[in-house]
């Protein structure tokens, strides 16, 4: 198991494995670098070196009480990528990993980065606002920290459903997707996880996606009920100077999940492209 110290002290979990091109990959909220492992055994096995982290106070890194933020998010990611002195690398977020990858790329800029690859992002920004009427009401964010504060197990084993689309009819169930997302849900800190949910529904990410300058795949289901695509993808394409979007119809929010063979091959061919 590898760990990195941050420049303030936290211990940030990560897996590094193969060799060849990097790929690092940001993960979605609650879950940690294990939601990534179908990719992470694809794309090694296709020759490429994989990478994936816990987010601070997720999964196998350190819970703190403070810096549970995108800022602190995306320096944590940079300070990774500088240490394994990472270059030419492709950078895949789901989720709130897609605006932990948009403010990295917003903040730190692309000179060790080639292309990037979002999906069921979060960026611009999913709260309503007057500007982003398109937003969801912040009373759902509001709902979502009450779950987390007061019956955290319970809340996940319940937001698993629509996280899936196990919710519509005739649905294949997964099981076992459904319990290993509670458990990765459960091994991240209460408080590290509360603050997260300030981060990926009330920061707006729009100046980093203008400031993108590499390639950019925006993969996004049209059934996707935790960040609607009319909010998201749709949006945060036409804001990037190199923006493609992929539009899975009927696709959950966790797509890499439950599509794993179709979204593994699309961005394999998006990145021989580059």
């Not at 296709?46 to 890194?61: L, T």
């Not at 996880?193 to 049209?222: A, M, N, Q, W």
Request: contains cysteine.
């Amino acid at each position: 198991m590898s760990y990195l110290t941050a420049s303030d002290g936290a211990e940030i979990f990560y897996k590094d494995f193969g060799t060849g091109r990097p790929i690092v990959f940001s993960h979605g909220w609650p879950l940690s670098a294990d939601a990534w492992e179908t990719q992470m055994l694809f794309f090694g096995a296709q020759g490429y070196r994989v990478i994936a982290h816990d987010r601070r106070s997720h999964g196998r890194s350190q819970q703190v009480w403070d810096g549970n933020n995108m800022v602190r998010y995306a320096d944590d990611l940079a300070e990774l990528i500088e240490t394994l002195d990472l270059q030419d690398a492709i950078l895949i977020g789901h989720s709130t990993g897609g605006g932990e990858v948009a403010h990295y790329l917003g903040r730190h800029g692309s000179s060790r980065v080639s292309a990037a690859v979002l999906v069921g992002a979060v960026p611009p920004l999913m709260a309503r606002t007057e500007a982003n009427p398109e937003g969801l009401p912040i009373d759902v964010f509001d709902s979502i920290r009450a779950g987390v504060a007061t019956n955290r197990s319970q809340f996940f084993q319940d937001l698993s459903g629509p996280f899936y689309s196990f919710n519509r009819d005739a649905a294949n169930i997964s099981k076992g997707l459904q319990d290993n997302f509670w458990l990765q849900g459960m091994a991240g800190g209460i408080k590290g996880l509360y603050d997260c949910i300030h981060e990926f529904s009330e920061v707006d990410y729009t100046e980093d996606l203008k400031r993108i300058d590499v390639p950019v795949l925006f993969i996004h289901g049209d059934d996707d009920q935790i960040v609607p695509i009319g909010a998201a993808a749709e949006k945060a394409v036409k804001l990037t100077a190199k923006g493609t979007l992929k539009i899975y119809p009927g696709g959950a929010h966790g797509l890499p999940e439950t599509q794993p063979e179709q979204f593994n091959h699309d961005v394999l061919a998006f990145i021989a492209s580059l």
